[in-house]
């Protein structure tokens, strides 16, 4: 959540900035103008996690080829496990126990941090919005106005039908006073600036934690002001007459001491100083033209829709790519399939293309998005390269034929998702008959000597052979290990504490849902290991779209 919060709070400070730039490049000092401009950048503010978590991308190229397979290359290090003292290699293995207590990182305070002040400032704002009901239901009606005995100036209240409530002694106010109260109450009704408060003080308790959300807040409240005593003075009131109003009103809320400054509703107070010497400098702005109004709007538009939407790293590399490749549907309807590089080359075999992308940027295991065909629709795919590439080049040219021949474009995430923790599932610490020390790392004379799909070595260490029901592994880690068990559908993190490598053999009953729910039974008791549910920082491939491929 909170790498959700951040990067909406991100993109929203570069909206704001380029506003901002906007405003002042455009010499824009219409208060009512100004006032729309940041109302709409404050509803891209509370619309942003929405947008990030489930929005769709655009893709904006300014990554260099090399950079883009930098960061699509980069794993961040997995937590060290801590060392644990052996027993004999006959009886089994006898982990610290301090290895499978809890673990808490600095995002998890984060989130507690975040929520407490986000409780706080709602709970403000909760208790600021009974006020505003009850004071409604305690007003009175005195010759046609709304009238409360707790007022000492006008007030507007009311989110979606605002009303204005006057001091019980408004009816001793010179009738000129009194219509230059109510022209700039009545325009605080007219804009809903009451709802706008409120929204920016929901904003301000959301992203609590950004300067922005606080200015904004004030920002608005002051602006709103101002547009309604330019409203007054378009409709004939004397500005110095009307200066002297606000501040008797003022003079009237010192002496109170009261003033009622609710969320939910507009309240004199807000920049007076600064709105006094506005009225008397003749602080109305000349109307702009409809031709800088609409350049306006589109410009202000057209940047805040770049920052929302836009992604920098999707500029994925021409090259390296396969001298020759084909790819064809499979119709055939069988279930099983291949996915694997051999040599210099890739095959496939009825693979669905969710499953060619999680080769292609391997070792990420989790993916989201796309449309639902990228799962259930199969092909044949072949693709050879010259010479010898390593397996990460492989992958580079694998990624580079996703992005021409399916238009795959994808973007790397952290989020925090439903994880399974594989840990050591006896309390002494002892291990399954079929997990064993090994003294000798696999080789590729190991492949093919069992059915199944050959993994072959990988980074994480070891070698895996897994098919429908079996899973065989030789000088494997842990860490490998939980990568190879992401066929119960979670990303699964190491929290045995075990180092060193292992040969392993488990067998187990597929189920016709594909949840291989048998596997759990079959790691606790062949392994001795369990997988406990948890949420776990997830590094995951974001799919923006795809496109079906022509065929060869």
């Known amino acids: 959540m909170l790498p959700l919060l951040f990067e909406a709070a991100a993109r929203t400070a570069l909206i704001a900035v380029g506003v901002a730039l906007i405003l002042r490049m455009m010499r824009i000092r219409q208060a009512a103008l100004r006032h729309r401009v940041w109302t709409g950048v404050l509803a891209m ?25 930098r960061a699509t290359l980069t794993r961040t290090a997995p937590e060290p496990s801590r060392a644990l003292a052996l027993e004999s ?11 499978r207590l809890p673990r808490w990182d600095w995002g998890t305070y984060a989130l507690i941090l975040y929520f407490v002040g986000m409780s706080v400032l709602l709970v403000r704002l909760g208790i600021g919005s009974f006020r505003v009901t009850r004071l409604l239901r305690e007003v009175r009606l005195n010759n046609g106005r709304l009238t409360h005995a707790g007022c000492a100036a006008p007030i507007t209240v009311g989110w979606f039908r605002p009303l204005v409530i006057l001091p019980e002694g408004w009816s001793r106010w010179p009738d000129r006073q009194l219509a230059a109260i109510l022209a700039h109450e009545e325009e605080h009704v007219r804009r809903r600036d009451p709802l706008i408060q409120w929204l920016a003080l929901l904003n301000r308790a959301v992203f609590w934690f950004h300067p922005l959300a606080w200015w904004l807040e004030g920002e608005l409240s002051k602006l709103a002001e101002e547009a309604c005593d330019s409203a007054v003075l378009s409709r004939g009131h004397e500005p110095r007459e009307y200066a002297e109003y606000l501040l008797t009103l003022a003079r009237s809320i010192s002496i109170t001491g009261t003033r009622l400054n609710v969320p939910g509703m507009a309240a004199l107070g807000a920049g007076l100083p600064e709105r006094v010497r506005n009225i008397f400098a003749g602080g109305q702005a000349r109307p702009i033209s409809r031709a800088k109004l609409i350049c306006l709007t589109s410009v202000c538009v057209a940047a805040a829709v770049t920052f929302a939407v836009g992604s920098l790293a999707h500029a994925q590399p021409a090259s390296p790519a396969f001298d020759v490749a084909t790819i064809k549907p499979n119709r055939s309807g069988e279930q099983g399939g291949t996915s694997r590089f051999a040599g210099s080359s890739y095959i496939g075999t009825n693979v669905a293309l969710k499953r060619v992308i999680g080769l292609a940027y391997s070792p990420i295991q989790e993916f989201v998005g796309g449309p639902g065909w990228i799962d259930s629709e199969r092909y044949d ?9 390593s397996r990460e080049q492989l992958q580079l040219m694998m990624r580079s034929l996703l992005a021409d021949r399916f238009k795959l474009v994808v973007r790397k995430e952290t989020r925090e998702l439903p994880a399974y923790a594989l840990a050591i599932a006896r309390n002494d610490g002892k291990l399954g008959p079929s997990l064993r020390r090994s003294t000798t790392e696999c080789s590729t004379s190991d492949q093919g000597k069992t059915p199944g799909r050959a993994q072959g070595k990988a980074p994480g260490g070891g ?3 897994l098919g429908d029901g079996s899973l065989t592994g030789r000088g494997a880690t842990m860490e490998r290990l939980a990568a190879e068990l992401n066929v119960v559908g979670r990303l699964v993190v190491d929290r045995t504490g075990l180092t060193g490598i292992f040969d392993m053999d488990v067998q187990w009953t597929p189920d016709e849902q594909g949840t291989n729910a048998d596997l759990f039974t079959a790691l606790r008791e062949q392994l001795g290991l369990e997988l406990k549910a948890t949420r ?17």
């Open 45 to 69: 503010m509370l619309s942003l996690p929405v947008w990030v978590a489930w929005g769709p991308r655009t893709p904006l190229p300014l990554l260099s080829p090399e950079a883009w397979q």
């Open 89 to 99: 290699a006959g009886s089994g293995e006898s982990p610290d126990a301090t290895a």
């Open 381 to 389: 795919i072949t693709a050879k390269a010259e010479g010898n590439p």
């Open 463 to 465: 070698c895996f052979r």
């Open 536 to 552: 776990a920082p997830v590094e995951v491939i974001v799919i923006d779209s795809a496109q079906r491929p022509s065929e060869n």
